[in-house]
């Protein structure tokens, strides 16, 4: 061995020290980048024949647990979709207002209430009268702005959804990118590991996003496909595209047809497949844009159902009224002369009849439906979850319904007739294999003085809230955004007391006020389960108080579970990203004893060097 | 959810600090408004029990404010009834002095009984607030016309004055009416008295009683009713006929002829002829002045009374006529000929049903009132029957005629049995005041508890709370410097 090659094997010796500085630096440099996996440097010795002459750079690695960064992923995915319904939900909670202060739908119920107690103690007061119609204008402007709120929170889901398309189109595209350039580079040089560290960093973004499965191939390359298999990325990047509909109202909802949806829905369009609806086909589960979906779509709409419920409850309680039929005997015949007459579109008649050759009674609820295109309705039209529904057409007079009404029940034994607007329902006779038992009918009552303690003191705009089938949906939805005082009412407060003109009612007369209390306070309705209060099989029957209690709890357990699931899903993300942390992370401590060996390694080597220069200055002057 | 853009090492120290100083926030704000949350969520799993509560809370509160409007209501009536029980109580025993006509043609009781009616009439129109108290449910409307229209009419619409006028021309029957009365010989020695007509005027015979010897009495009997005496032999002196009549106003007067020898026969008394024929003629005679003298006296009184259950009932009763005279039926006034002392609502349901509150989910209590129920409404009539009949000081049956109005006036002030009183009607009132008094002290309770209640779920101690800032704070601040030294202990520092 020469002194020559001791010279070489320095010189590698410090230019590897050269490159394990760089290292450092480039480290220490990135310590705060985001995405930045520490490097190290792998060296290894070079040998000829027994002896060992030099060393030099064999990789620099990234110091990252593989198995940790998936995990990771997963998480991460769990954790922005926690974290984004929490927001949500905690802004959904602003809707609700700070409890028992003056702005919030119980406290203004409330007033609403006092109010009309105190109209029912003094029905002449022209204050009274104008407190009571005065609060109810201030329960309906809030349940108004908080129809608004609610549409302004699914507005945001659907702007937060298009933002996070164009953020998923930006990452995909770049690991696509990443991909093709890693298809051309040498694995294990500091330009491939940066090129990784960018490319987890898109992938990180993009598991934010949705939940992923990563799968890598050989050249580092990876696919990343959706949790239902869709691949998103290869070496070509599919594209994400989301229509995001300007407005956003109660009305809007998603659906699979789109001939009847109005509002975004994501499709995703492969480079070299057909379109898939990824919402149809539940493909994304996690990460952001799950989480907007599932407010544009279930939450928020399960909040406005809600609010719609508690607007219709406040209308139908104080303008619906149910008559009973009359008993009419047609020997061997019975059965009940129901009128007809003021029934509206979305009015109902209850029939109820004992089958006698199973000793069953059934309920058949007819609901009268203006919109053809409506029909037939489903049983789960009205609440009663134990009734046949059948929606009736009256554009063609009582004869057209009768028929319609046999058509839809079939075999009986009923027989329906009518005389003018009057129907009459009858039993089979002496067959006697039914017997009718009861038949109402509910009339919205459409003037303030019929004559009844029931009147339209809420109207939907300018029309009466009937609870009406269209086929581009029920009246009920967004109700609670377009419910007011009616304006004739408004025009003339008195007619908060007066229920007839003829005879007069007295100004003092309470059978009104007490009627509006009482409506308030304790009637009891059915709510449909749409509000998620409830099931089908039993729906929440209840006063509005109760039923406002129930929508306030379900509305602040949610939320607070919401949160509680995000504090969880932070807890493991963060305890990963520690973990990760603590392999990947720059440490500057580290860092810089590295630079101390690094330096001594290389004032060692320079050592060498000038040792040998040494020695062979000496063994010249030989 | 961790902060990216800043290197996630650092980022984790960060979030943790952030993380304090929003509890720190939080608390801060727990600690300046007294609630544990300000949202629905934060309240925990009491939520909905708050809202129930809440709700709880501001219905007591609007019974509360019911109650302390329907309390002034009722003391107001109250006082109301108070005084026209002590009118009443007055008019009364100024009715049962003797009377004493003064220049203006009337009595003292009479002049009193005018004024205090005004006072009665000004309380009936008692308002609370805007309310009309005596109105029953037209709460909006006086419950009384004023005195001078009752009174005196109103225009073409007729007062009660006129009312009592036509009734005295109907009962007196006019000029030698007799008080509807025909007194008559239809043989030489007997003695007729018929009425004149089936008709609810003037007198009606109730009886005839005799002592007189050898007289044969027959009658009352027949429609219209008519009674007679035979004198068939002459009677002796001392012995006495009783004719009883029934007046218009329930009441009952009689006339006791004495037989005479006397040829100068002092009143009621009939000189005994010669002859039965001629001493019926004496008898009969001595029957028409008497008769006379009471239709001037007991009968105009009587007439008077009548009249004002006729004018204060509902509808208000009047004479047919004119030739009033001879009317024999009353017909009902109109609203266009006959003022309506009652101008409030008339139902026929019980008048406390007129005005009802609820004062607690469970409790109602009923406090109408309209100024025509049957204790007031006699009260009224009475006075104005009182008040409404003028004497010419000239006229001799004047002070007779007087005294017979008072002391029917003073007898029908003390409330027939059975009738309802004025006190009857402040007992029922004062019956729904103790349910108001009951029901505020519950409701200061239970207001209370509930308050109670909702200040430890939904409140927060101060102490905890103050107690949890100074741990926080504690701790931020130790955070903070670690983190400072932490940051400082770095190897760069030390090369």
Redesign the interface.
Known sequence: MSLTQSLATAMAGLRTTQAGLSVVSANVAN????G?VRKSLVQISTAAGSLSTGVRVDAINRQLDQYIQRQMRVESSG??YA?LRAQF??RL??V?G???ADATL??L???F??AT??L???????SARGAVLSAAQVLTQQLNGMTADIQGLRSDAELGLADAVRQANEAMQRIAQINQQLGFATANEATTENLLDQRDRYVDQLAQLMDINVVPNDRNQISVFTHSGLQLVGISASTLEFDAQGSITANSQWSADPAERSVGTLVLKGPNSGDIDLIANRAIRSGQIAAYLEMRDQILVGAQAQIDEIAAGLARALSDRTTDGTAVSFPPQAGFDIDLTGLLDGNSVTLTYTDNLSSTQRTVTLVRVDDPTALPLSNAATANPSDKVVGLDFSGGMASVISQIMSALGATGLAFSNSGNTLHVLDDGAANAVNVDAVSATKTVASLTGGSAEFPFFLDASASYTGAIKSSGSQITGFAGRITVNAALLADPSRLVVFQTSPLT?????TRP?FI?DQL?SASLTFSPQSGIGTTGAPFSGTL?AF???V??Q???A??AA?SL?DG??VV??SL??RF?SSA??N??EE??N??SLQNSYAANARVLSTVKEMMDTLLRL | MSITGIGSRSSLAVQALVDMRHRLDDLQRQLGTGKKADTYAGIGIDRGFVVGLRSHVSAIGAYDDTISSISVRMNLAQSALDRIADISHTTKSNAFAAPSIQGNGSTLAQSTAFAELGEVFGLLNSQAGDRYLFSGRAADQPAVETLDHVMNGDGARAGFKQIVDERRQADLGGVGGHGRLDITGPTLTSVQVAEDAVSPFGFKLASVTSTLAGATVTGPAGSPAVASVDLVTNPNDGETIQFRFNLPDGTSESITLTATASATPGPNEFTIAPSSDLTADNLQAALTAAVDKLADTSLTAASAVAASKDFFGNPPQRVVGPAFSSATALVAGTSTDTVSWYTGENGPDPARGTATARIDPMITVSYGLRANEEGIRWIVQNMAALAAVTFSPTDPNATERASALNQRVGENLDVPAGMQKVEDIETEIAGAQSALTTATDRHRQTKSALSDLLTQIEGVPTEEVATQILALQTRLQASLQTTSLLYKTSLVNYI
């Open positions: 310590a705060e980048t985001p930045y954790a922005s974290d939900y905690d909670q602003s609700y700070v409890p028992g119980e406290t119920y409330n007033d209430m006092a107690q105190a029912s103690t003094s029905p002449d007061s022209a007295p100004s003092g007369d309470a007490n209390f306070n108080p406002m209690r129930q306030i709890s509305q602040g357990e939320a607070e949160a995000k899903q932070d993300y963060n990203k520690e942390n992370a720059v500057i401590d810089m004893a630079l101390l």
